[in-house]
């Protein structure tokens, strides 16, 4: 494992950052979760851009351009050596006083974390999930929009302590309408009678990388792919169902609230799209020399 910590490249002992951080105190600051494929940072661009976007949200200045934060990415993954593996990209308001003032954090503060990434198990993928939803309601837009991919995950894990508590795996979380919105750190689709479908982002969902990639493909593969405003009853009402993510790439889901999806069993055009997805990992991206 190697971090680039604010532009030095360290070990992971020596990676380590002021607790007046405000990354640390308050959540203040943004991320982004990579990966890397046969030498390939998958989308690299569109997660920098994401990245960028987060930031303008909450008004932090990164301090460096696109290409530079790029630069310093490809750097420490070819320095990692790490062809398959993950990438943990965070950017703080940076050190400050006690106060909330982001003013007090004279500079930004960025660290990548390249790292190898232990895959769920392949059962999961082969046999899919058994997921519930939660009390836990998803932040209101007003709120901190879940479109910003914020270190601000209080939301998110209260949904996962709960889907645990319940001795399931992941949560879909409802939104304050009753609207379906995403799970805990994936995006939700389902199929109904050959067409895909997954709830708009402004129904309080973040914009996906791979639940692009998937739309993407789904119309190259003449599926019909449409965002919806769902209820609970169309996710168990659904043919199919999965979830897409960075780390957990695309995952089938089989059982919702304790009804069966497809009669227990991972859906077609859900295999079909982990198949392609599979391929365009490797294809998608910027290739690092190492
Ligand atoms: N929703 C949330 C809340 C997330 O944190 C993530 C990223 N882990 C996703 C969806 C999936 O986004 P991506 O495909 O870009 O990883």
């Not at 949560?171 to 199929?191: H, K, L, R, S, W």
């Amino acid at each position: 494992m190697l971090v680039n910590l604010n532009g030095k490249l360290v070990e992971k002992e020596e990676a380590k950052i002021s607790v007046f951080d405000h990354g640390l105190l308050y959540g203040d600051g943004v991320f982004e979760g990579i990966r890397i494929y046969d030498g390939n940072i998958f989308k690299l661009q569109e997660h920098i851009d994401r990245l960028y976007n987060s930031a303008k949200f909450i008004m932090l200045d990164i301090g460096m351009t696109k290409e530079q934060m790029i630069k310093e990415t490809v750097r420490v993954v070819a320095a990692s050596k790490i062809k398959n593996g993950y990438i943990r990209l965070v950017v703080t308001r940076g050190a400050g006083d006690l106060g909330l003032d982001p003013r007090k954090c004279p500079k930004s503060f960025y660290f990548i974390i390249v790292d190898n990434i232990k895959l769920y198990p392949e059962e999961f993928y082969k046999k899919g999930l058994d997921i519930t939803t939660v009390a836990v309601r998803r932040n209101i837009s007003e709120a901190i929009n879940p479109q910003v991919k914020s270190l601000n995950y209080l939301n998110n894990v209260l949904a996962k302590i709960e889907a645990i508590n319940h001795g399931r795996f992941e949560a879909i979380m409802i939104n304050n309408q009753g609207y379906v919105t995403e799970a805990t750190g994936d995006n939700v689709f389902i199929v109904n009678s050959g067409a895909l479908y997954t709830p708009p982002t402004y129904m309080g969902a973040l914009e996906g990388v791979t639940r692009n990639t998937i739309i993407e493909i789904a119309r190259k593969l003449k599926i019909r792919t449409e965002e919806k405003i769902m209820t609970r009853y169309d996710l168990y009402t659904a043919d199919e169902c999965f979830l897409t993510g960075t780390a957990a790439e695309v995952i089938p889901v089989v059982k919702i609230d304790a009804r069966e999806i497809n009669g227990g069993i991972p859906g077609h055009i859900t295999k079909k799209l982990i198949k392609e997805f599979r391929k365009q990992t490797k294809i998608l991206g910027v290739k690092v020399k190492y």
